[in-house]
Every structure is written in structure tokens, then in C-alpha cells.
């Protein structure tokens, strides 16, 4: 299975000093099955592509979907009867780069957990753990709550807590992090429609929205100087996380 998702996503900084934007995005659901489209391969180059080595575990030394599964079963979560998916952009000729990923697991259609793979342009990556004691579904009126354990952003510090609102079946995504830390933080969206993906829907994701990965880190490097003219206060890289995965919880 192998879906595109014409996705765009919303941030929204909160506090002294305000700044928002909207753009819009290529994101796949896949869960790295054998049928794709020609234009995307897997663990081989592209003009899209997912690379397993890019997702589950240590930034760049991943082991792809046998990550997940062996945290969930590590987890007590009924893996058997679970399908495992990945939501992520895919690397676009030779660039990748993904702020966030998310690794789900469905029963029934059903998201019962997920993990919030997070990069940040340091080179650091931290992953956030989410889902009920007992894995019942996730639903859109849950709230998730994780402590922020590694430094995103030179202007946002390594405190406070993300909370997910996470909106995710065979139709269409809609997912929420809202970053609080006191009167501070960062509302940020992800949301389209899944649909099987086309080499034809391929294609014209890569005219309408070239460079993929390289206009990605472009945009965030972009929205930085503009916050930095704003006079947002600029913090120095803090020391990543000691451990790769943190686990969040339903907020009561």
C-alpha cells in the first residue's frame, strides 16, 4: 500500500513575538509494501524514494518498519493483528530532510499508537511514543501529551510539552502539535487526503513543488531569518536527548 497525501501544514509561533505561515507539502503513507508507482522506489534511488536507513532508530542508521514492530511488541501492543504504516516525505532525488515523521499502528482502520519521528536541522532526532495504557483508538478528541526533549528550533527552548491531536484513517490526515511552554510556543498542522499514489501524482508533485527535501530546509532556514529581523531571542544548539524515545500519555 502506497498512499500520496497533497498535504499542508500550518505553523503559528505564539507569545512576544508572533510569526505564522502555510505551505504546502508531499507526504506518503506506506507500509513498504512490494506495489508502488515507477517513479518511487524503495531502498533505491529515485526520483522519490524511502529509504529505510532514514526512519526508525538513530538518525541515519534506521531500521525501517522492524523498528516499530519491535518497539511495539517490546510495548505489550498486539502487533499480530496491527497494520504498520509510516506517513512521511519521501526523499526527492539525492535531498532528505523530514522535520516529522509518524509511525502508526492501526487496528481495525483504528490509529492505537503512534510515534512522532522528530529531526531538527542539528542533526539531532528524538521519538515520541503515544497511545492509552489499555491501546484502545486514538481519537481526534484525545490529547497526548509528551515533555519536548530535544532543541527543535534556535528560538524555542528545551522545555514545556507537546500536546497531539491526531486525526488519521484511510481518507485523510489531520494531525496538531501544539508546543506550550507558559505564554510561549508553537501551534503547527498537518492535513490532506489520502489517495492511491500515481506515477502521474508523483510527477506533478515534483513540477508544482520542486526540490522536495532542499525547498524544505530552504523554507525553515527562510522563516529563521524572518524571526530573527523580529528580534526573537536566539538560543545556542542545546545537547541532544540521552536516549532516542521518550513515551507520552493521554492528558486527563
Known amino acids: 500500500m502506497l498512499d500520496y497525501v497533497r498535504a499542508s501544514t500550518y505553523h503559528a509561533r505564539l507569545g512576544a513575538v508572533k510569526n505564522a505561515f502555510t505551505y504546502s507539502v508531499d507526504f506518503v503513507v506506506t507500509d513498504f509494501g512490494p506495489a508502488k508507482p515507477s517513479l518511487i522506489s524503495r531502498n533505491r534511488f529515485n526520483l522519490w524514494s524511502i529509504w529505510d536507513h532514514r526512519h526508525g532508530g538513530k538518525r541515519d542508521e534506521g531500521q525501517g518498519k522492524q523498528w516499530f514492530y519491535d518497539l511495539l511488541k517490546e510495548k505489550g501492543f498486539p502487533v499480530e493483528s496491527a497494520q504498520l504504516v509510516l506517513v512521511t516525505q519521501p526523499s526527492y532525488l539525492w535531498f532528505h530532510f523530514n522535520p516529522v515523521s509518524f509511525w502508526v499502528a492501526m487496528i481495525d482502520g483504528k490509529p492505537c ?13 528524538h521519538c515520541y511514543f503515544c497511545a492509552h495504557d489499555d491501546f484502545r483508538p486514538i481519537t481526534e478528541r484525545d490529547r497526548m501529551v509528551a515533555d519536548k526533549l530535544m532543541h527543535v528550533s534556535p528560538f524555542q527552548r528545551v522545555e514545556g510539552q507537546y500536546i497531539f491531536i491526531f486525526g488519521f484513517d484511510e481518507k485523510q490526515i489531520n494531525i496538531r502539535i501544539h508546543y506550550e511552554n507558559g ?4 501551534l503547527a498542522t498537518l492535513e490532506g487526503n489520502r489517495s492511491p499514489a500515481t506515477s502521474s501524482k508523483l510527477a506533478w508533485a515534483a513540477i508544482r513543488r520542486p526540490f ?9 532556514h527562510w522563516q529563521a531569518v524572518i524571526l530573527y529581523f523580529k528580534k526573537a531571542p536566539f538560543l545556542k544548539r542545546q545537547s541532544p536527548p540521552e536516549t532516542l524515545l521518550s513515551e507520552g500519555h493521554a492528558k486527563e
Open 113 to 125: 499508537a503512534f510515534v512522532a519521528e522528530v529531526n531538527s536541522t542539528f542533526g539531532q532526532r
Open 183 to 186: 505564554n510561549n510556543g508553537v
Open 212 to 220: 522536495g527535501a532542499a525547498r524544505v530546509v530552504a523554507l525553515i
